[in-house]
């Protein structure tokens, strides 16, 4: 197994030979590992030379060609993915934007074969201007802007990045340490660098949202105004739209108070056309009034999301435990102690029947079925608190979902046997986090790779747990999950993470990375969407032009797309190209 993730003789300017069975050896910020399983003490003492200086920052990226030009698997290719051969179609208008009914668009005409090895490198780093160097939420992606100048916002232009950066205190102990608010930065995925900046102070604890809310051909952008008076602490927000350029399109009237945190979310509740906006605390139409809240407030960091649970053809929103119809009429709880709509909950199928379960985290694990029987408990979760996010992918491709999720010291891939939780492995961890766990195929090959983030390293598992590479950052307890997306719109799979300003501060001579781009050596990791969108993104949530289906079709029943918190290889069938965005 570890030999498939040998790391070939890729450049000569890293002068690193990587044999198997060999740890510790450095490539530009990441490190090629052998497999750890449970029962492992950690992962040894080795250090990373850092990740690159300044805002912005590239590396040379030998071997690599953003321009769909040669590489290391040109003879492999992946027999996963039917991809259109290099210029056997031409670029068609068409290609450009989603058909109806479907979510994805064609794929780049110049997509080359997927890459046979995993060798990742940093291609650039950005830290946040002002002090505002610390992203403490997911980030987003997207298209924003017309990059190939043709007078169209699509999907042949490149995606944005959206991150939301603040300044942290070095001490987060003390009574005045609240977060204050930050500012949304949208960065150019290709170099790196600032495009612009939204000049209207946000919350900085709660992770936006991105959708076409009014079906104009361009995304907004959702997030949270605080009140001046609670600025860096437990107060009242309220919903702010942006446009994509950062202008304020609305502000909601409708202010709550909120233990802070979470993340915002879209759905067409009503498949109407016109999609709402679930946050943390209360449901908004697309222009911002108030439609429906929950009863009793939830307690911080909530997520809610929408999904068809009983397969009636209507949405039903999940605060936490507690499940609602699409009018805000109460249904059931999940029968755990506690605030009405405590935990952090996902959606996906783990039987062979045709409903979804619920998996729900609150301090321990649970699994529901779709009307809230008790289905199965896999144990404690890792530490005490309200809940925590987690991802649900079917790690191993045999059909079976598996639950990516902390327990105490331990990370497990966990899949539901008969009504049993059976680890399917374990890996021992050095830090607790707060943030989920993704996954993704990134060699297309049948056999899913779990990228897991603690407070110094981003690591990749194979599918049996083994530890296949490590990339070095800095960050504090926070639920900002990595994101996987074809970001710059080239056919392959990037790999983004934010770090922030540890508890106690950065040492004298460290990087302070906000945002590490990530792709393979050779540029190749498989296709993926270009989007995510939101905090509970789960494929059928969003379309690839940022605007909200208004049938939400069961993300279980999508071929691929039984999973939560991750992304999937892109849904487009057809003869359509694209000729992608002008360098």
Known sequence: MVARYTASLLMAHLACAVAVGVAGCTVEGIAILPGLDEGADGFGDDQDEGLGEGQGTGTDGANTDHDGGSNESDDAGSAMLDLPAPGDHEPLEQACV????????????????????????????????????????????????????????????????VVLAVDLSANANKKDTFVPAGHIYVLDTKTGQTKWTFATPVDATATPALAD???????????????????????????????????????????VWSDGGGGLAVADLDADGSPEILAPEHVLSADGQLLWAPANPPPADSVPIAADLDLDGELEVLFGRSVFAADGTELFELPLPGNKNLGVAAIANFDDDAFPEIYIQAAQHHIFEHDGQPKAHCGAAGGAGKGRPVSILDVDSDGQAELLAHHGTWFRATTIVNGQCAPLWSVKVNHDSTSAAIGFDFLADGSAETVLADLDWVRLYGAQGDAVAQIQRRARPSSANPVIADADNDGAAELIIVGSEPIGGYGELEDRASVIY??????????????????????????EDATVPVEQEPHWQTAGSNSFRNNVAPGYQGPLCQSGPAD
């Open 98 to 161: 989603v058909a109806d009914n479907i979510l994805d668009a064609p794929l780049p005409c110049d997509v080359g074969p997927t890459s046979v090895t995993i060798n990742p490198v940093v291609a650039w780093t950005w830290t946040g201007p002002a002090g505002e160097d610390s992203v403490i939420v997911t980030p987003l992606v997207g298209n924003l802007d017309d990059d190939n100048e043709d007078g169209i916002v699509d999907l042949c232009d490149r995606p944005d990045l």
């Open 213 to 255: 809310l009014d079906g104009d051909g361009t995304a907004e952008i959702l997030a949270f105004e605080r009140s001046e008076e609670s600025l860096g602490q437990v107060g009242e927000r309220r919903v702010i739209a942006f446009e994509a350029d950062g202008s304020v399109r609305w502000i909601s009237d409708t202010w």
């Open 518 to 543: 990530v792709q393979n050596a050779d540029d190749q990791f498989a296709p993926t969407r270009r989007i995510w969108n939101q905090h509970a993104y789960h494929v059928t949530n969003i379309r």
